[in-house]
């Protein structure tokens, strides 16, 4: 959903029940300048990316740390 930013300030309370459902975007002059989105959607997307590795691994009990550091070690070799 894209809004001004005049009409979300003129209806926060409305938009901040909306945004668990959509992102919002809020303009000012026709250009984006934020994005509201809902904490639970925050996180790292590149570790949770890392998860859908998991399908061909054989220890599927592995932490995102886990993942993220063998696939450091895999590219980079040991960093220590």
């Known amino acids: 959903m894209i809004v001004n930013a005049t009409e979300f ?3 926060a309370g ?3 029940e909306i945004v668990d ?3 919002i975007v809020i303009t000012r002059n026709g250009k984006e300048v934020a994005k509201l989105v809902p ?6 997307p ?4 890392l998860y ?3 399908a ?6 592995m932490t995102k740390k886990q993942i993220r550091d063998e696939r450091i070690q895999e ?3 040991d960093i220590d």
Do not use: C, H, P, V
Request: hydrophobic content about 20%; overall charge positive; aromatic content about 10%.
């Open 46 to 49: 590149n570790a949770d990316f």
């Open 14 to 16: 409305k938009y901040l």
């Open 52 to 54: 859908g590795l998991l």
């Open 9 to 11: 300030k003129t209806r």
């Open 75 to 77: 590219k980079y070799g």
């Open 56 to 61: 061909e691994s054989k220890n599927k009990d």
């Open 39 to 44: 904490i639970k959607k925050q996180g790292s």
């Open 21 to 23: 459902k959509e992102d």
